[in-house]
């Protein structure tokens, strides 16, 4: 089955700086990729996907993605953080069959 | 409104006993999906489901039973044979072909005394 390595547990950085988080994927066949963000105790919402075409990708609440498929990698940006940007975010990668497989998540601290 | 409704949010079991978590659904979606989540280790699959009356066993199905009877309703069963039960269970759904966008519940907490 398809897997996702997300390389950083916890990240903090200032409001108004630019983030990145890291998202790695395994997958034979060409993947179908995701970023979820999570708020403290309740379920996941989608932030953005790639399926195919663009290899950048744009989201809700002014996230973007890159998909690089030398580097396997699907990293998500945003030029600013808001603090209300402070929660979990989940990569993912999709296969045709409906299996959906997670990330450990990142979890994102924003400093005032 | 259209959704997941997980229920309970908060559950309490002794060891040994069996206990199910409900998830039904209003969105004439195909596929359902549960996950556990433990801090550290994101959510990990234990069994999806693309039609009524079948499923799929995820990685971590050992102790865990489902049924899908019902294209809205895909109850989860901890049963005595899972080892470490205590969790948060995330129940989600999608429309068939797939599309990668999942609506989840807002969760149940396990926990086991």
């Known amino acids: 089955a398809q897997s996702v390595t997300q390389p950083d547990i916890h990240i903090t950085v200032s409001e108004g700086a630019s983030l990145e988080l890291r998202c790695n994927y395994s997958y034979g066949a060409t993947p179908y990729l995701f970023w979820y963000v999570q708020s403290p105790g309740q379920g996941l919402q989608l932030l953005l996907k790639y399926f195919s075409g663009d290899t950048l990708v744009q989201g809700i609440k002014g996230f973007e993605a890159e998909f690089k498929r030398s580097q396997s990698s699907f990293n998500l940006r945003k030029p600013s953080v808001h603090w209300s940007d402070a929660a979990e975010y989940f990569c993912?990668?999709?296969?045709?069959?409906?299996?959906?497989?997670f990330g450990a998540g990142t979890r994102l601290t924003v400093k005032p | 409104d259209g959704g997941i409704t997980q229920s309970p949010k908060y559950l309490f079991r002794k060891e040994g006993q069996n206990v199910t978590l409900s998830c039904e659904q209003n969105l004439n979606h195909d596929a359902m999906y549960w996950y556990r989540q433990d801090p550290g280790q994101g959510l990990r699959l234990i069994y999806y489901s693309q039609i009524v009356n079948d499923f799929q066993k995820g990685d971590i199905a050992e102790g865990y039973s489902v049924s899908r009877e019902k294209k809205e309703s895909f109850p989860l069963t901890v049963t005595s044979a899972q080892k470490n039960p205590t969790a948060f269970y995330l129940c989600?759904?999608?429309?068939?072909?797939?599309?990668?966008?999942?609506?989840f519940g807002e969760g149940s907490r396990l926990t086991v005394l």
């Open positions: 993912a990668v999709g296969a045709d069959n409906n299996d959906m497989r």
């Open positions: 989600a759904s999608s429309i068939a072909g797939f599309t990668g966008e999942l609506f």
